[in-house]
């Protein structure tokens, strides 16, 4: 049995200072970053603030976990900082929970969407309700990284969009970022939340590519300089005629959708959440109330979903100002496809386009 | 059924063998092994055999049978991993290396009984006379699962670890209230050992006194997890005693002893005397699956060490020592791999499109009113992506 050990292994942690150093050497001008990366240097920026974040799951050790956003970690921080579980959800959910009842900050990965159900007792019965349990004796300061939704052509249990379970649970927050930028922010920021957050990253933007600064990022994050992203939506890409709310991987899809539309003339405003939970009505209401008219967009299956809940929402709040029905386009309500069926599933450009044009334009009215 | 009752059983057992019932559940000190690496037949103070754990060498006529399968099933790995490189298959979790597990697990059962694989076990399903093309549905894409589990008596190969441990615990419980006797052999890898559900599977299996083999092939990693970041226990097999049935260990590259090991175990279970584990001690020789890259976790020297352990080798040499295996028999089995490979070949070279409408088929045995609704919504886009090209 061999397992690569590292001097650092040994050591210890690097010192935060050192590791800082060595940072802001290598970063210079702003470069292509990947959505991984971005999340990996967010993981090792929040080690090397705090001594009690600590990285734990399946593969995250020397593989550096199965999309590696753990890479490198353990080598960095040694075994005691980011460590290979036995397999196990449930217990590395509660064992979670445990540490952070006992001071720790625990940065948990679940390697796929469907492969956290066995935690799902752990995440529904215990972490999203002992701050309520115990009058707020207890917060509870962990996140559960899961990577979700489809578009990569993952065999099954590899491609569920689980956003609607754990939204529907009270005590939990929900996060999914869409882009480079906030992916390092919004972990951050996770890490940070003394409430348990479910960090959902869609998988089919791990190699995505933006050009960021992380350094800035990182100094921006620990001087506070900019306001928290929780429960803030954000304004993609302005527009006047319609609203497209979106969140996680379906955010590229509206940013396609709009930008096919625009070459027809037709003005659309994106809208990323970004944050499930807690939900921010003002920013989506105030682009409806603007627009007077939204389709929501998301991967996972319309019925009971996060989708049906932001239209309910939008519909409660912005009645007199619509146009239109608020529509969806969603998944269908079937069981994630195998890779060969999956682009008939995914929300598509068209199948935007067909929607926004069922919103009572006058031209067909 | 009581407690003393589930006593006098491992009472009658162990009196069987001549030992206490504590020896009885207990695995032989050391794996049992029949053949070397070489293929020579060891001596019988060698074998890893001890009172109570004495094997007898299967008959010339089921190794034969086995060692057909052992070839066909190292062509099988080696034919699929090659589509997945020219990308004619979307994914394959080879078990090379472990063909030996694999034949064993099929050819130890009978017409009745079951067997619920993970997805590294696409071989034994095959070798338990699932369609090759059927078995390879879920990797090629098309799919969740390529074939009737009732027809075959193979459970669908599964992806989350363990789960189908407890089906089989259950599938077992239906035969026995029916007054069947089909033994079920439930397979899993030494990760999954770890999960909750195996604990669950193991209990349920033992209390209710039921016909489940629960067949662990403890290949060494869980993706990149050592075996030593996964238990501390002396063996996996030892995971049996705590649940009160009896584990054995044995060598997962010697497909001698795997089979003379899984035959008692079968006839066991089928005579009532419960659940028992065998752990086969064996080596994942490929990645986990292409996606993976296991230079990251374990050193060359390590999987070389391994090479020379090769189940299909010593087979060979096993058989040819014995004078079982002649030149004829050797090109007649080849032949025969090479038809299942090619088989495989032409299947998945004949690109077949699934028919979209088959989202909505198989969701419930009654559609929901939304599904039918959303298979006409499906209907009427296609329509018109047709019109418009």
Redesign the interface.
């Known amino acids: 049995m061999s397992i690569v050990t590292t001097s650092s292994e040994a050591n210890g942690n690097v010192s935060a200072a050192t590791a800082r150093a060595a940072a802001s050497a290598a970063a210079s001008a702003p470069q292509p970053v990947t959505f991984a990366k971005a999340l990996n240097t967010a993981l090792r920026d929040a080690m090397n603030q705090d001594n009690a974040v600590t990285i734990f799951g399946e593969d995250v050790g020397v593989l550096g976990g199965v999309f590696r956003i753990t890479d490198g970690l353990t080598a960095e921080f040694g075994k005691s900082r980011c460590f290979d579980t036995p397999l196990a959800e449930s217990g590395i959910v509660g064992m979670a929970l445990g540490m952070a009842m006992n001071g720790m900050r625990p940065v948990i990965e679940m390697q796929f969407d469907a492969f956290a159900y066995p935690a799902f007792e752990q995440v529904a019965s215990h972490v999203a309700k002992m701050h309520n349990r115990t009058k707020g004796k207890l917060p509870l300061p962990m996140v559960i990284r899961i990577p979700y939704a489809g578009g990569i052509g993952g065999v099954e249990h590899h491609c569920d969009s689980s956003e609607a379970y754990y939204a529907h649970t009270p005590g939990l927050k929900v996060y999914t970022p869409a882009t480079v930028t906030d992916a390092y922010r919004m972990l951050r920021e996770a890490i940070d939340s003394p409430d348990p957050v479910v960090f959902l990253e869609p998988k089919k933007l791990y190699w995505s590519k933006d050009t960021v600064d992380l350094e800035a990022l990182r100094l921006e994050h620990e001087n506070k300089a900019t306001p928290s992203m929780e429960g803030k939506a954000a304004i993609a890409r302005p527009g006047t005629d319609a609203t497209l709310i979106a969140y996680g991987p379906s955010v590229s899809t509206a940013m396609a959708a709009a930008e096919a539309a625009a070459a027809e003339g037709r003005s659309l405003e994106v809208i990323d959440v970004r944050s499930i939970v807690p939900f921010d009505d003002e920013t989506i209401c105030a682009s409806v109330r603007r627009t007077g008219r939204a389709v929501v967009i998301a991967e996972a299956q319309g019925f009971a979903s996060v989708a049906s809940e932001i239209v309910a929402r939008v519909q409660e709040r912005c009645f007199h100002s619509l146009a239109a029905p608020v529509l969806r386009v969603t998944g269908f309500d079937v069981p994630f496809p195998a890779p060969k069926l999956e682009k008939y599933y995914l929300p598509s450009v068209d199948r935007i386009l067909d929607t926004v044009d069922q919103l009572q334009w006058e031209e067909n009215a | 059924m009581t407690q003393s009752e589930q006593r006098h059983l491992s009472d009658e057992v162990s009196s069987k063998f001549g030992i206490s019932v504590e020896d009885y559940m207990l695995p032989a000190r050391d794996q049992i092994q029949m053949i070397d690496d070489n293929g020579a037949l060891r001596p019988a103070a060698e074998q890893g055999t001890e009172p109570g754990h004495a094997y007898p060498i299967p008959g010339a006529e089921e190794l034969q049978r086995g060692y057909e399968q052992l070839v066909i099933g190292r062509r099988v790995n080696d034919q699929n991993s090659a589509l997945v490189r020219q990308g004619r298959m979307?994914?394959y979790p080879s078990s090379h290396g472990q063909e030996a597990c694999q034949v064993a697990a099929a050819l130890c059962l009978g017409e009745g009984d079951w067997m619920f694989p993970t997805?590294r076990d696409s071989v034994a399903v095959m070798a338990k006379g699932v369609d090759p093309m059927e078995v390879m549905t879920?990797?090629?894409?098309?799919?969740?699962g390529g074939y009737d589990p009732t027809q075959y008596k193979v459970g669908i190969q599964s992806?989350?670890?363990t789960?189908q441990l407890l089906h089989a615990v259950g599938v077992a419980h239906a035969a026995k209230l029916r007054g069947e006797d089909t033994v079920v052999l439930a397979m899993c890898g030494d990760?999954?050992t770890?999960?909750?559900?195996f604990h669950e599977a193991l209990n349920f299996a033992a209390v209710f006194n039921l016909p489940v083999i629960f067949f662990v092939q403890n290949n060494?990693y869980?993706?990149?997890?050592?075996?030593?970041?996964?238990?501390v226990a002396p063996s996996l097999a030892h995971k049996a005693v705590g649940y009160g049935m009896a584990g054995e260990r044995v060598d997962g590259n010697d497909l001698v002893a795997l089979m003379s090991v899984l035959d008692r175990a079968v006839k066991l279970a089928r005579e009532g005397n419960g659940p028992l584990l065998i752990e086969a001690h064996t080596y994942r020789m490929q990645a986990h699956t292409n996606?993976?890259?296991a230079t990251?976790?374990?050193?060359d020297?390590?999987v070389k060490a391994w090479m020379a352990k090769d189940p299909v080798n010593r087979m060979r040499g096993f058989l040819k020592g014995q004078g079982l295996l002649t030149e004829a028999d050797e090109e007649r089995i080849a032949a025969r791999a090479e038809e299942t490979a090619s088989y495989l070949r032409d299947g998945m070279n004949s690109e077949e499109?699934?028919d979209?409408q088959?989202?909505?088929r198989w969701?419930y045995a009654t559609p929901?009113p939304?599904?039918i609704e959303?298979s006409a919504m499906?209907a009427d886009?296609?329509s018109r992506?047709e019109d418009g090209k």
Request: without cysteine; aromatic residues 10%; glycine residues 6%.
């Open positions: 979307a994914v997805y879920i990797f090629r894409g098309d799919w969740h992806t989350p670890l789960t990760g999954a770890s999960e909750g559900d060494k869980a993706i990149s997890v050592p075996l030593s970041s996964q238990t996606a993976d890259d990251r976790y374990r050193e020297d390590e499109t699934p979209p088959d989202l909505f969701v929901t939304q599904l959303q499906l886009e296609l992506e």
